[in-house]
């Protein structure tokens, strides 16, 4: 499904933020990348939707080479995956139903695909009540719920979700991974960033480490802090 | 495109022009157009009074007293190449002029014994520039005593003319440089605003015709009615302008054709919206880069 080789990525201010990062994900997997800030995380999750090129090395995500994507290639790249952030990102001026509507109507999905699809996805993420509300009107987990059903409304192979838990409780963010989990449970393959030790802990599921740009550990069945070799 | 996305990327463009940024970009874009379509109106009358000037530069060609022909006179003249017209004023006319032009000299012109005047043909020319050699050959057609042109009027004339249209053409290149620079980056700042829009526009896979649509739409709708309000401030306060500078300057040729003002209304317009569409395509290509 993943497959990095070499990658590295320098930006134009001479920052190294990959380094010779070697990588394979199987379809299904769910996986966790921590690290420090600074290590790297974001960047790979970046590489991995084209936000970013990779300097060197090669990228290739659900049999694409990601590197060698045209500019106007990218669009029908990214239709096919789901991105989640910290800031949830969210239209203030458009309500639930409209944010997640708004990912099927950019690409033209089919009218009447739309509303059986967001339907769908505001089923799954529970907010089905709360379809006409704006995201001011919503508290933090609800937005990322929102945030969430946008970036699954199109049924995608792939999610990435960079510190999906960064601004919420620790309740809630046991929900939001446990939303994760259900949608990997779906079909969908996902990659979190986080730095939400008690969930990694808890949910036992692959774990990548990084520091200053490369891969310094990978786990099966890892949790947040090194504690050696799982038999 | 379907009917559908039409309707999104209207709905998306309403939304953009519902905000404060878009109020604040057309009071600032209306101003550029203004200061724009005013300077316009400098130039075009500036550019007016430089061609009036010229059509008034003629050469007088007094004829020899006694040369009875002034019909092949008049012919060889007009032969000339550069020669535009050859009027041909009689010495009763001349007189009569002259009379018309020193009324409080008629008492002193009518008692006159004889008339003192020549004959002689008003050349109008179609290029000023070449009015010596032309001046010259019209001096060498026989029956012609002499040429009279204003040589060192009609040189000045020249060198101030082209001072003057080099001068405005640069004002005019100036202010319609930094005018689109203004607009540019006042639209940016509005799609700038907007940059979380964008954002998720591509991490949802729009493509990138779909996601500088609004933003082109919206820029080119700022710059249209900013124009729009520029340009009917200039329609109606052209005519008071020149109705400011006859009352302080009558001589001075100003256009006062009704094109002047619609074409001034136009050109701020269309300029306002090709302005604003522009500086919304750039800065949404900004954000759409690699």
Known sequence: MIHLKGVGKIFSNNVVALSEVDLDIKRG???????????????????????????????????????ALRHHEVPAFRRKLGVIFQDFKLLPDRNVYNNVAFALEVIEAPQKDVARRVGKALDLVGLTQKAKARPNQLSGGEQQRVAIARAIVNDPILVLADEPTGN???????????????????????????????????????????????????????????????? | MKARSLKLIANQTLRGLLRNFALMALVIVAACMFVLGSTFAVALNVTNVGIQLQKQVEIKAFLKEGAKDYAAIGANIKAIPGVKSATYVSKDEA?????????????????????????????????????????????????????????????????????????????????????????????????????????????????????????????????????LIAGLGIFFGYEGAVRWVHGMAPFVPLVTAPWARFGLLALVVLLGAALGAGAGNNATNKYLKD
């Open chain 1, 29 to 67: 997997d769910f996986v966790f990348l921590v690290g420090p800030s600074g290590a790297g995380k974001s960047t790979l999750l970046s590489i991995l939707y084209r936000g970013v090129k990779p300097t060197r090395g090669t990228v290739m995500v659900n049999g694409v080479d990601v590197k």
């Open chain 2, 95 to 227: 007189l009569k002029r002259m009379a018309e032009e020193y009324p409080d000299y008629r008492e002193v012109i009518a008692t006159l014994p004889s008339n003192p005047l020549p004959a002689s043909f008003d050349v109008e020319i179609s290029d000023p520039k070449s009015i010596r050699e032309i001046a010259g050959a019209v001096s060498g057609i026989s029956g012609v005593e002499s040429v009279n042109y204003g040589q060192s009027y009609v040189e000045g004339l020249s060198s101030m003319l082209q001072v003057l249209w080099s001068f405005t053409a640069l004002i005019l290149v100036a202010m319609a440089f930094g005018s689109a620079i203004i607009v540019n980056n006042t639209i940016g700042i509005t799609v700038t605003a907007r940059r979380n829009e964008i954002d998720i526009m591509r991490l949802v896979g729009a493509s990138d015709g779909f996601i500088r649509a609004p933003f082109v739409l919206e820029g080119m709708i700022i710059g249209l009615a900013g124009g």
């Open chain 1, 168 to 231: 919420l409780d620790p309740d809630t963010s046991r929900d939001i991974m446990e939303l994760m989990s259900d949608i990997n449970e779906l079909g969908s393959t996902v990659i979190c960033a986080t730095h939400n030790k008690a969930v990694v802990d808890e949910m036992r599921r692959r774990v990548i480490e990084m520091e200053h740009g490369r891969i310094i550990r990978d786990e099966r069945r890892g949790v947040y802090s090194f504690e050696g070799p799982i038999a």
